[in-house]
């Protein structure tokens, strides 16, 4: 309620109705003054700063306490001592990008870092000895040993020249390539043909560094991680209204509520586990190890215990369904990473 000093016109300002009280039965406005000081702006502020934060934490334990708890709430119509799934997905999505994107920076070194040689990165060859490097560097360089200089060199001169390819042969320019499609040497269909001619671009705008092309794929990629969940997000919603399409009290929101609350789950312990790798990183603490694998245990528990409480099905249905559950979300997320992946190197 506000501090301002209540109107004596009963009439609304917001929808003119006839006002019986403070509050209008209409829109719901509070019948009071309309100046108001910046003392009051602040106080404002910080009132519904502090009714978020209220309504938010309490909301936060009891999901991550009591699995289905808040979803089993929501549909029995108990939703105003809670916060709104919809908002709170919104917010804790927009933290957990904000960290994710201010932790993973896509790179040269990123990309380097997935370049591997008999099991061993280019970070581990580094930081080899030079008696090691020159046993190593012997074996992948036909029997010619490198300096830490000359790796440098043999490194760059994989990954900057040559291009990419999506098939076996490497084309100049568009034309060559339709002058094979018009005398029938190539024969290819729409999606091979749209995936060469953006081949055949990229390697112009890149120089054909391939290093330079991997690394803006690979950044293009990643920053469609927010809609790729939020896609996967009603399709998670359908595929458990397709394994409790008998359950007739549940709707198709029913399910959506619940796989709101999943994911926000899913956000925080991704956090922890973010936190996690950074201090086993920063203090080469490596028992964190141990930790993280607990947190991805925890993440499948929780999935089982909250199926188990907001469907209420026996221990039985409920595994079985919770195991083909997972199945068929790694195909959700395979066919969506997979559609993103080409639409990403169509973008580029």
């Known amino acids: ?154 490194l760059d001169s994989l990954k900057t020249t040559g291009g990419f390819h999506l098939t076996g042969r490497s084309y100049k320019s568009k034309a060559e390539y339709d002058s094979l499609l018009k005398a029938g040497v190539k024969k290819h269909n729409w999606l091979e043909r749209k995936l060469i001619y953006k081949e055949i671009e990229a390697n112009a705008k890149f120089s054909n560094n391939r290093k330079a092309f991997f690394t803006s794929l690979v950044s293009t990629f990643v920053h469609r ?21 008998r359950r007739k009290e549940y709707y198709y929101v029913s399910h959506g509520i619940f796989s709101v609350h999943l994911y926000i789950f899913i956000f925080i312990s991704l956090l922890f586990l973010f936190a996690s790798n950074q201090l086993k990183t920063y203090f080469h603490w490596d028992w964190l190890i141990v930790v993280q694998r607990i947190i991805a245990v925890i993440m499948l528990f929780y999935l089982y215990k909250a199926m188990r409480n907001f469907y209420r099905q026996g221990r039985g249905k409920t595994i079985v369904k919770f195991l083909l559950l997972n199945l068929l979300s790694i195909v959700m997320i395979l066919i969506i990473f997979f559609a993103f992946l080409i639409f990403s190197f169509m973008k580029i």
Request: hydrophobic share 40%.
């Open 225 to 245: 991680f927010p809609q790729m969940l939020f896609i996967s997000l009603p399709i998670f919603a359908l595929i458990l209204k397709l394994l409790y399409f």
């Open 1 to 154: 309620m506000s501090h301002l000093k209540e109107r004596k016109e009963k009439v609304c300002l917001n929808c003119n109705a006839a006002l019986h009280g403070t509050y209008c039965h209409i829109c719901g406005q509070e019948n009071i003054e309309p100046k108001e000081s910046a003392w009051h702006l602040v106080v404002h502020f910080f009132n519904d700063i502090t009714h978020f934060d209220g309504k938010f934490f309490d909301t936060l334990r009891l999901l991550v306490t009591r699995p289905g708890f808040l979803s089993s709430e929501y549909a029995r119509g108990r939703r105003a001592s809670y916060l709104n799934p919809i908002r709170m997905y919104v917010f804790t999505s927009a933290v957990f990008f904000l960290i994710f994107f201010s932790l993973f920076h896509v790179t040269d070194q990123t990309i380097d870092n997935t370049i591997r040689f008999d099991d061993k990165s280019v970070e581990d060859i580094r930081a080899m000895g030079p008696d090691s490097l020159a046993a190593f560097t012997s074996r992948i360089n036909k029997g010619t040993p490198l300096s830490h200089a000359q790796l440098e060199k043999y």
